[in-house]
Each structure stands twice: as C-alpha cells, then as structure tokens.
C-alpha cells in the first residue's frame, strides 16, 4: 500500500505563516478525497481542510480566511498553507487521503500519514 509522507512542521511565532505538504508515495489507481486534521494534547483530532478530486474544499470554521489547502492530482500531494497563525493552531497535523489500487480499483482505502508537528509561540 501507499504511505502519506508529511513534511513542512515545526515552530513559528503568533502571526507567522507555514506550510504543510503530504505526498502519496507508492503506486496508486487514484485518490479521492484529501484532507489535513489536527490534534491536540488531550483532544480529539479534528478536521482542519478537505479537498476533493474535483477541488472543491471545505474548512474548519477556525481556520477559514487564513489557512489554503490545494493539490497537485499530477503529483498525488496535498498541501497546507497555514497564515496569520495563533498558538491555538498548535497541534500535531495529520494527512489522510482516500486511495485506490490497482488490485482494487474502486475500493477506496482510508489512509494517514504519520503526523507533523506544529508550535505556535512567541
């Protein structure tokens, strides 16, 4: 199966800006729907963006205006742009992505990455 690999995380001050990139490594049919969430200590993961094959995308109230997520359906990778961050974006982010395989090519498999870290402070 394919893996999400995640980069692009780390520590940024209140007010900065980051971005989150997810590429699907291996052979895949396609890949539906893509998307990033969120994590919390002591929360439960949260959706962040989803984006649909088509590109049609859908937010989290709390990031609408200042966070942008896109892909390349060329490339198989999804990716975050995150402005105007406050230290309650900090969280672990995670990539999850819908994909099809050859073996099974209408059967689409529910898949994360492994998660990135993301610190907001001064």
């Known amino acids: 199966q394919a893996q999400l690999v995640e980069s692009g995380g780390g520590l940024v001050q209140p007010g900065g800006s980051l971005r989150l990139s997810c590429a699907a490594s291996g052979r895949v049919f396609s890949i539906g729907a893509m998307g990033w969430y969120r994590q919390s200590p002591g929360k439960e993961r949260e959706l962040v963006a989803t984006i649909t094959g088509g590109g049609t995308t859908n937010y989290a109230d709390s990031v609408k205006g200042r966070f942008t997520i896109s892909r390349d359906n060329a490339k198989n990778t999804v990716s975050l742009q995150m402005n105007s961050l406050k230290p309650e974006d900090t969280a672990v982010y995670y990539c999850?992505?819908?994909?099809?395989?050859?073996?099974?090519?209408?059967?689409?498999?529910?898949?994360w990455g492994q998660g990135t870290q993301v610190t907001v402070s001064s």
């Open positions: 999850n992505a819908a994909m099809a395989y050859y073996s099974s090519p209408f059967k689409f498999v529910n898949s």
